[in-house]
């Protein structure tokens, strides 16, 4: 079955302190990953795709086939970071998205 | 700016009463998509055109419909509305198999 699971629904860190929210996947071919991201009041975008293998506001990603996971990291956490945060894949070549529950990230001062 | 426009945002509607969500994009992208996303939930997809090629998804009630008048726009429709049917619908686009481009979402309410 094709899935998504994002463990933690609520993530609560300090202003500076480090952040990883987790990404599991199950798929049977090769899929593309995604993490999506949705401030408060606005929609849904793209955080960062796996392909692109880039840093997008200072997060990172990377895609572990052997632990199909695709867990989303940044190093020194900002408020501007809180946010839902949604993992999502879809295959290779294109097509619908599969969205993991969301993280909801909350950065304290 | 190029963008998914949504209206309307907030959508009041009674049990069994029609309704329909407007989805319309200046992107020039030619597959467009339909989400639900009830409240603490993933987005679902519900359909998606491609082109002009319907996709339905397996589990998607009868309840819901889609239109595609023209490229740049897209409708779902919603024919007996219930409780259940409460939730944010979200509009996407992409350009093939690209990178899809969200909406605002609209709210929809059922009394």
């Known amino acids: 079955a094709q899935r998504v699971t994002q463990p933690e629904k609520l993530l609560s860190v300090f202003k500076g302190a480090p952040v990883e929210l987790k990404c599991n996947y199950s798929y049977s071919g090769s899929p593309e990953l995604f993490w999506y991201v949705q401030y408060s009041r606005q929609r849904l975008q793209l955080l960062l795709r796996?392909?692109s293998r880039e840093s997008i506001k200072g997060f990172t990603a990377d895609l572990n086939k052997g632990e199909t996971s695709f867990h989303l990291k940044k190093p020194f956490a900002q408020e501007e970071d809180s946010a839902m945060y949604y993992c999502a894949l879809s295959a290779l070549r294109g097509g619908k998205l599969i969205f993991g529950q969301g993280t909801e990230l909350s950065v304290k001062p | 700016d190029a963008m998914v426009i949504q209206n309307p945002r907030y959508q009041v509607t009674q049990f069994g009463k029609p309704v329909t969500l407007s989805c319309s994009q200046t992107l020039n992208h030619n597959v467009m998509y339909w989400y639900q996303q009830k409240s603490s939930q993933a987005p679902k997809l519900l359909f998606h055109?491609?082109?002009?090629?319907?996709?339905n998804e397996a589990d998607t009630p009868d309840n819901f419909q889609s239109r595609r008048p023209n490229t740049s726009f897209c409708f779902l429709d919603i024919r007996s509305p219930g409780l259940g049917d409460a939730a944010m619908y979200l509009c996407a686009t992409s350009r093939d198999s690209g990178t899809e481009s969200f909406g605002p979402g609209t709210r929809l309410t059922v009394l």
């Open positions: 796996h392909i």
């Open positions: 055109y491609y082109d002009k090629d319907f996709n």
